[in-house]
Structures are given as C-alpha cells and as structure tokens.
C-alpha cells in the first residue's frame, strides 16, 4: 500500500468529504422522527376516539340535558360560518354505528346558526373561545416537534461535534505545539552544555538549508537521543534547537501515549508523525521516552502490552519515513539502560548527545544566565559560587538564585548580597534552618562533634578540600554541618582523599568520647557514610588486600528483566574476608583521626568554644585557631530568620529528633 493510500486511511472524520456520513446521519434523523411520531400518536387520549356528532344534534342533546360540559370553538366577532363544538355527554354512545366502543366524549362541526347558537348559550354548559386558524393549528402541532428536536441537539448532537475532542479522541496525539512566534528559545538562553550544543547545530543547520546535505549524499540522523541527569537541560535544549531554526516544535511525553486501553498510544504515535508531516520541516520532542521506550518483555510479570505496541509503533514510523521530510526526533532520558535495543539501533536513534551536569565553567555561565532577571548586588561572585555549588544541576542553580532573591525581598532589601546567596545554598543544599530544637546541653555535645569534624578536615586538606563553614544550627535532618568547598571540580578520587574522608567522617564521634566519655547516636550518618565508602573501596575500586576484583553485585536485575534470578557471584568465605577488610579500614582511620585529635585538643576546646558563641564560625576561622590558638578575622553574625505567624513553639517532629548526618550530597555536604 503506497504512502498516499496510508494517509487517506489515517485521515480523521472531520477531514472526510461529506457523501461518507451523510446516510448515517439521515438514517439516525428518521429513526429519531418515527420514534417521537409513534410516541405522540400512542397517548391516552387516543385511546379512545369521540363520536361525531352534527350541530343540530349536539343542541338537542343540549336541550335535553344530555351534555355535561362543552366548548364552542368558533369566530365571536360575528358571522360563525364555521365553528368546532367539542364537549362531554352524560352516558355513553357508540364510536360508530354498530361498533362495540363507547365513548362519552363528542366532537362536532359545521355552520353554526344564531338560533342554534342562543339555545346552547340557554343551556350555560357551554365556554365560548376564539376559533383557531390554520396558522395556529400549524404552530401548535409544530412547536412541539421544534422543542424535542432542540433537546435532542443539545444533548446528542453537539456531542458528536465535540467528539474529536471528547470521548471519541482517545487516538489523537497529546503533543503541544510551541509555534516559532511564542516561548522562543535560542543558544544563547542555554549554558552549561557546549559539547551538546555542538552536536546539535548541525541539525539547526539542516534545518534551515537541507538541500546542503542532500545535494553530498549525506543522510541526517533521523533520532536524537539526549541522555544526562535530571534538570541538566535536555528540554530547553531542544526547544533552543527549534528556536534557532526557527521551526515548530512538537512536545509531548512518553506517558501521554500510554493509556488504559490497548491499541490507543499506538494510534497516538501514527496521529503524531502525521502531524509532523503535514507541518514540516519541524522538531518532535518526546520526553521521558524511557515511559514508552522501555525493554520489551522485561519485569517479573511480562511484559505491557499497551506499552509495547506503542514502542512497536514507534519502530515502525521512524522506519517509515525519511529525514528529507525535515521531521527530526529528539527524545530525552535519564535512564537510557532501560531503553529497547531495537530504539538505538542506526537508523532510529543514531545519535547519543550527553548532557551531563555542568562543571565549574559551566555553572558560572549558567548562573550568569539565570542572573539576568536578578537584582544582584556587587559583592556577589558569581565564580565563588561556582566554585561552591559541585553537582547541582542547571535547574538546582536556577532555583538556588530564585530562593536568594525571595529571602532578600524577605530582609527587605532592595538587591541579593552574597550572604542571602549563601544562606540559599545551605537552605537548597541542607534544609530550613530550625533553631528551637536544641537546649544548652545538646548544643555542646553538638559543638564538640563539629569541631571533631572540623579539626580532621583541616589537618588532613592539602589545600583542594578546605573547611568552608561550621555551624551548630539544626538544619534539615542534621542538628549541625562541617562543609568544605573544593578548589576544583573533583572528577577521580584516589585512594588517600577516600581514607582522609573516612577519617574526617569518624571525627565527630571521637570528639564527643574525648570530652563526655561517652557516645552519641549523633554519628550514625557519619558511621554509614563512612561504611558505604569503605565497601566501595573493597569491593568496586579494588584498595584492598583481595586485590583488583569487582566483588559488588547488580540489584536490578530482577526488576530490568534481564535475569529471572539473582546470582550469588562470592562465596562466603570471600564474604567474610570482605567484611574483615571494610571493619580493617574503618578502625585503622578511626585510630587516626583519634590520634589527630588528642594531639590538638586545646584547638578542638577553643573551636567548640567560638560554635558555642557564634553559632557559625568559617574555614579560615578554623586555621586561626589551629595556626594562632584563636579567632582573629571578624565573624559574620548572619540575620536572624524571619519568625512565621502564629506559635509554633513546643512543636517537635520526628525530623527535629534525627541526629547529626553527612548522607551522600556532593560537596558542599554536612558533616
């Protein structure tokens, strides 16, 4: 079947010429008039017809008492040529002559004379009315039909014409059509990202000039697939393609093709490649693909049916059309190992552009982009908050300036500073500051356990990790925070930064036993931090006594479908040898970070001290300490939050409870 033929077939009702529903519509028409006429027919007054009865026997009857009740129907202005006497006898008559039905009502017609006219006037049973005309006669058998038929109209057939876009659209591609006149987006809105943006600038190119391509040979891919984290820009990426080629862009995501109903996303896929065609050259978007686009047949259960004769369908049109259409597919995903290998096979998706999280350059352009529509002060460094902000993507950057600027409106002022800056990353990075959780006596014990934290950092640093802040007020789930900025973006760690972490993470705890003699529940998270790297170290990174193996094992498989079972790759006697090595290097750098401490404990007292005063001391603060025995710079008292209506005092939830934790953030991370 030829293209041409495939596009008559797929073309929707409204688009059809008239002679292909016009006997539907008239045949629903008749039905719908012979059901009202039966139903006006079949009534209880027409169960019974009146006996016809001329005029002079109607007054005789009237004379002789035989009429209960009647009405005179005829012209009163004078001349009654003509007149309609209907009315009510007092027995019974027969319909007809010889007919068994009775009725007792009577219809009569005819001339009706002044004599006959004064003797049923004696009688005073009988109303006179005005005679009806034909006119009326017509209005009053047509207004009825009139008044059904406009019922009916408003309650079927109006649903009808909606339905293309009611009931009846379940087919119809969801996707949105940004025209090249609204939400226009350019290279220049994007950041962060150069390498993608170089791979994709030939598709701007083709775009606007495909007959350079073409008239070579050359072939452009006819998918995109863009893979990276959440919030790196893929969508903005796209659109920024189809601005700066200045074509519609169609999007749409992968769950709005899947529905309850099978057969349904894959008429979606089909509607939408033809609304592709018709408005080429243009860009189609699929977001989330991996919703659609995942491996078929995977799952303890099977597969999705729904799910995959959409993905089937999917297939089908991109083989089916060809890029000198100018229709591109772009789709995005950050879970490209769930995706079907039929959809990155060459011919599809031939392209794989990586959008990764931006690195310290990239983080300075995308938060000089988002700065434009801010207020910044001067004091504000848009490098040192690169340089502060390792592994946010661009939209945690994006919301990082949006939380200065609506705390700075809060302090009433007129530009952000650096200190609302700072105040937001924490905010973004750790939580809400909550400072009525804790009373004198838990803030020591917290004070001592930072600057456990702290002291080990700043012995063990070699100047790429330095201590950036230490504060002792509770924010999200941690009653403290030691963070540290590093100088640079940190792509490998080699094996001494892991031990020195695992050290610094051990810190806390061994503080709090100097000082109280006792432990806290405070260092569970430092504890499991330091655990979780110490069991990467053994069995992923090969810094052990087993040597270069990888002992870990996948925990996906069952769900991916790939395996029906997990495998047990070690046996146990290498379990247990796992387990002595992780416990080796958790107690070898408890022991020395403990054996740091002790040789600087007047510095631990005086840096507990100075937490206890300030709340909030800085890195360099921390080096005077350890390099003069005090605190010589001045320390920054940071704005006292703004306090919410109403009392929320005595109020503590479970969150408030939690101990001090490192968890697994990037750096800048709690300590």
């Not at 940004?178 to 791979?199: H, N, P, Q, S």
């Not at 946010?392 to 949006?402: F, K, P, T, W």
């Not at 806290?520 to 193996?549: E, F, H, W």
């Not at 996906?556 to 006697?573: A, K, N, P």
């Amino acid at each position: 079947m030829s293209d041409s033929e495939n596009n008559k077939k797929r073309r929707p009702l409204k688009n059809l010429p008239p002679d292909r529903f016009q006997p539907k519509v008239i045949l629903i028409w008749l039905i719908v008039g012979l059901a009202l006429t039966m139903l006006l027919l079949w009534s209880p007054g027409r169960l019974s017809s009146p006996v016809t009865l001329k005029i002079q026997q109607v007054v005789e009857l009237a004379d002789q008492g035989g009429v209960r009740e009647g009405v005179i129907k005829a012209d009163l202005s004078g001349g009654r040529d003509w007149a309609i006497i209907t009315g009510e006898l007092k027995e019974a008559m027969p319909v007809k002559a010889g007919s068994e039905q009775t009725t007792t009502s009577f219809r009569s017609s005819g001339r009706l004379t002044d004599a006959n006219m004064e003797r049923l006037q004696k009688t005073e049973i009988f109303v006179e009315q005005p005679a009806t005309t034909m006119w009326t006669q017509l209005l009053a058998n047509i207004i009825p039909f009139v008044l059904i038929i406009g019922l009916l109209y408003f309650l079927f057939v109006r649903q009808l014409r909606q339905a293309g876009r009611g009931a009846l659209s379940f087919g119809k591609s969801k996707a949105k059509l940004l025209t090249r006149d609204r939400e226009k987006i350019t290279f220049g809105d994007v950041a962060g990202c150069d390498e993608a943006k170089e791979e994709v600038s030939e598709v701007v190119e083709f775009l606007r000039d495909p007959k350079k391509f073409t008239k070579m040979g050359g072939r452009i891919p006819k998918g995109m697939l863009m893979v990276g984290p959440p919030g790196t820009g893929k969508t903005l990426l796209a659109k920024a393609v189809a601005g700066e080629a200045d074509v519609p862009f169609f999007s749409i995501s992968g769950s709005d093709f899947v529905e309850m109903f099978v057969g349904v996303g894959a008429s979606r896929v089909r509607d939408m490649f033809e609304q592709g065609r018709k408005s080429a050259p243009c860009l189609i978007f699929i977001d989330e693909i991996d919703a659609v686009g995942r491996q078929r047949g995977a799952g303890l259960g099977g597969g999705n049916d729904e799910r995959e004769q959409t993905l089937n369908s999917l297939l089908v049109e991109m083989d089916g059309f060809d890029t000198a259409e100018g229709v591109i597919i772009i789709a995005a995903t950050n879970r490209p190992d769930v995706l079907d290998s039929a959809l990155l096979r060459p011919g599809r998706f031939d392209r794989q552009i990586h959008v990764d999280l931006p690195d310290i350059v990239g983080r300075e352009e995308i938060l000089r982009v988002h700065a434009r529509k801010i207020n910044l002060d001067e004091s504000v460094d848009v490098a040192v908050l690169a340089r502060g902000t390792p592994g946010l993507s661009g939209a945690d950057l994006a919301n990082l300036l949006n939380e200065a600027a609506l705390l700075a409106a809060r302090r009433n002022k007129k530009k952000v500073e650096m200190i609302d800056v700072d105040d937001a990353r924490e905010k973004v990075l750790f939580g809400r500051e909550r400072r009525r959780v804790m009373d004198d006596s838990e803030k020591k014990l917290v004070a001592w356990h930072e600057a456990g934290h702290a002291i080990v950092q700043a012995l063990l640093d070699d100047g790429t990790i330095p201590v950036h802040k230490v504060t002792i007020i509770p924010r999200g789930q941690s009653l403290g925070s030691t963070t540290y900025i590093p100088t640079k973006d940190i792509l490998t760690r080699p094996m001494k930064k892991l031990l020195d972490q695992i050290a610094m993470a051990m810190g806390g705890r061994i503080a709090e036993e100097l000082v109280t003699g006792d432990f806290s529940n405070g260092a569970y998270g430092d504890i499991k931090q330091a655990t979780k790297i110490a069991r990467a170290m053994v069995c992923d990174y090969g810094m052990s006594s087993l040597g270069p193996v990888a002992l870990g094992d996948n925990q996906d498989t069952v769900f991916l479908g790939r395996e029906i079972t997990r495998s047990q790759h070690i046996s146990e006697d290498t379990a247990r040898k796992i387990d002595e090595e992780v416990s080796r290097i958790l107690n070898e750098q408890y022991a020395r970070a403990k054996e740091l401490i002790t040789a600087h404990r007047e510095a631990l007292d005086k840096i507990a001290a100075a937490l206890l005063q300030y709340e909030t001391i800085e890195g360099k603060h921390v080096l005077e300490i350890l390099e003069h025995g005090e605190v010589r710079s001045p320390v920054i008292v940071a704005p006292p939050p703004l306090k919410p209506k109403g009392n929320d005092a005595g109020k503590k939830s479970k969150e408030e409870s939690s101990p001090d934790a490192i968890g697994g953030s990037p750096e800048p991370s709690p300590a």
